[in-house]
């Protein structure tokens, strides 16, 4: 086998390599993006809605995950493992699996495993726990995932930096060059900053009650705005031209190995026909 057809070493890396495509087809990538951001989009106005239309007591819950315990029970769990289920199952590149598929389980794990009720009811403290902490992995992913995508689409097909201070100084660079110069690519970096701020907020309203923050439903405002953000990205990303703009599927050179293999596979029904 010569060098040009040998598979190349990849060098292993937390979050993955943003150019090696899972091989998912453009119209399943594009279904489960809709999916995952008609979920975010919708969820949280959708809970309110369900609430009055139902006629519960309690239309605007404290926090999204207290719809728990409100009539709309059943489409907040509903959602949260449609969610999951369209998280896991998106594959476009090595970094963005990674990042869908932790999501995915957390998602799962928030809607089996509920926030603690209010008093005098009670369920056990590890489960309220895990609940949180299953919570905030999730906003923290749905955030870093915007962030991560706009990495991926900054400098498509150029290879990165080694150190991480490097790295780091270059996605500076390139967040404020399109910062300056517009474009479609700042839809993910707003998004990023909004699910973080706002994640952010609603973990110090959690923690940290204060005057701002009470006396009106804070915690389930910063959630939606979070969630909401994030499913408008996917919206987005669903509804963007899948050859043309789509720059780590397209643009982004697949893994060599890959490559010479599909093209050994491409070449061998033409030369059978020669030997016919």
């Known amino acids: ?7 190349v070493q990849r060098k292993w890396t937390l979050l993955g390599a943003p150019d090696v495509s899972a091989g ?30 139902l006629g519960d007591k309690i239309i605007v819950p404290s926090s999204m995950s207290g719809s728990y315990y409100t009539s709309t029970r059943n489409l907040f769990v509903g959602a949260l493992c449609a969610l999951g289920g369209f998280l896991i199952g998106y594959r476009h590149t090595e970094r963005q699996n990674r990042c869908t598929t932790i999501a995915g389980l957390c998602a799962l794990i928030v809607a089996f495993s509920p926030t603690a009720p209010a008093l005098p009811k009670k369920e056990p403290s590890w489960i309220n726990y895990l609940h949180h902490g299953a919570a905030g992995i999730l906003i923290f992913i749905l955030g870093l995932f ?5 990495a991926d689409y900054a400098e498509p097909g150029k290879e990165r930096p080694g150190s ?9 660079a390139n967040a404020w060059e399109i910062v300056k110069n517009g474009g479609w690519k700042r839809i993910y970096l707003i998004s990023g900053f909004l699910v973080f701020a706002a994640g952010g907020l609603a973990l ?3 923690v940290w009650p204060a005057i701002w923050s009470t006396g009106w439903p804070s915690l389930y405002a910063f959630e939606a705005v979070a969630v909401f953000a994030f499913g408008i990205t996917w919206i987005i990303a669903a509804r963007r031209r899948w050859r043309t703009d789509d720059a780590p599927a397209s643009s982004v050179p697949v893994d060599r190995g890959v490559k010479a293999e599909w093209s050994g596979r491409q070449r061998r029904p033409e030369s059978l026909s020669r030997r016919g």
């Open 1 to 7: 086998m010569s060098d040009a057809n040998a598979p």
């Open 24 to 53: 998912q087809d453009a119209r399943t990538v594009r279904l489960l993006r809709l999916g995952v951001g008609a979920v975010g989009a919708a969820l949280p106005i959708a809970l309110i809605l369900g609430n009055l239309v």
């Open 146 to 150: 915007c962030l991560v995508v706009f």
């Open 164 to 172: 991480p201070g490097r790295r780091l100084r270059a996605w500076l």
């Open 204 to 206: 110090y309203t959690g």
